[in-house]
């Protein structure tokens, strides 16, 4: 078939440096029937890059309270995200009870950034099996400056929270993030939050 969707397992991988572990990811693909593919970015050959995870920073999901996953002990303060107990499923119906968040160098998402858009940071939440969260999950980033103007968003100030759609193979906004009164963070906006594992980050889109 011209479209199939490939599931990248990155925890059967043996080469993960200790305490470390390789996260998921999905992707579709496109073939010509009866040629060989080659994925491409800008003209150049597109690879897949899969982030070390560490064992430590996964969070066992409470059945009773929403669970703060945050990055890593030291970051928990700057980049969490809130899960709502039993949120996390799969297409059919099962809950899962851990999550993780992993950063990303944005020169390393799974499909590059539509034309205008950057993000100073990006991160995959991880469910280990579950595909969507019952409700939108509230996520806040740290306030960075823009990586093309080194400007900083000022307390009040508005952007957007992106996310790759793993099923339709492309980044779709969310809704709007507000920067906290402090100028430190970007907080989500109520009812906005994250709806499935995978890619995610802050921008305001040019076109």
Same mark, same amino acid.
């Given at each position: 078939? /011209?479209?199939?969707?490939? *599931?990248?397992?990155?925890? !059967?991988?043996?080469?993960? =440096?200790?305490? $470390?572990?390789?996260?998921?990811?999905?992707?579709? $693909?496109?073939?010509?029937?009866?040629?060989?593919?080659?994925?491409?970015? +800008?003209?150049?050959?597109?690879?897949?890059?899969?982030?070390?995870?560490?064992?430590?920073?996964?969070?066992?999901?409470? &059945?009773?309270?929403? !669970? &703060?996953?945050? %990055?890593?002990?030291?970051?928990? &303060?700057?980049?969490?995200? %809130? %899960?709502?107990?039993?949120?996390?499923?799969?297409?059919?119906?099962? !809950?899962?009870?851990?999550?993780?968040?992993? /950063?990303?160098? =944005? +020169?390393?998402?799974?499909?590059?950034?539509?034309?205008?858009?950057?993000?100073?940071?990006?991160?995959?939440?991880?469910?280990?099996?579950? !595909?969507?969260? +019952?409700?939108?999950?509230?996520?806040? $980033?740290?306030?960075?400056?823009?990586?093309?103007?080194?400007?900083?968003?000022?307390?009040?100030?508005?952007?957007?929270?992106?996310?790759?759609? *793993?099923?339709?193979?492309?980044?779709?906004?969310?809704?709007?993030?507000?920067?906290?009164?402090?100028?430190?963070? %970007?907080?989500?906006?109520?009812?906005?939050?994250?709806?499935?594992?995978?890619? *995610?980050?802050?921008?305001?889109?040019?076109?």
């Amino acid at each position: 078939a /011209p479209e199939f969707f490939a *599931h990248i397992v990155g925890g !059967t991988a043996s080469n993960a =440096p200790d305490g $470390f572990t390789y996260p998921n990811v999905g992707k579709p $693909f496109y073939s010509v029937p009866g040629q060989s593919v080659q994925l491409t970015k +800008d003209g150049e050959p597109f690879d897949i890059f899969l982030p070390p995870m560490a064992d430590g920073d996964i969070e066992t999901l409470s &059945n009773d309270a929403p !669970t &703060n996953v945050g %990055l890593g002990s030291a970051g928990k &303060n700057s980049l969490t995200s %809130l %899960l709502a107990p039993n949120s996390v499923r799969d297409d059919l119906g099962n !809950t899962f009870d851990e999550a993780a968040i992993i /950063p990303v160098p =944005p +020169d390393r998402i799974p499909e590059p950034l539509p034309e205008g858009l950057e993000m100073p940071v990006v991160v995959s939440v991880q469910t280990f099996g579950g !595909t969507r969260f +019952d409700s939108p999950a509230p996520v806040q $980033f740290p306030n960075l400056p823009d990586p093309v103007t080194g400007e900083v968003l000022q307390p009040g100030d508005s952007t957007g929270l992106w996310s790759f759609n *793993h099923d339709a193979g492309h980044w779709e906004l969310q809704g709007r993030m507000t920067v906290s009164e402090d100028g430190l963070y %970007l907080v989500t906006d109520p009812g906005v939050g994250i709806r499935a594992p995978g890619w *995610h980050g802050p921008a305001n889109a040019n076109s």
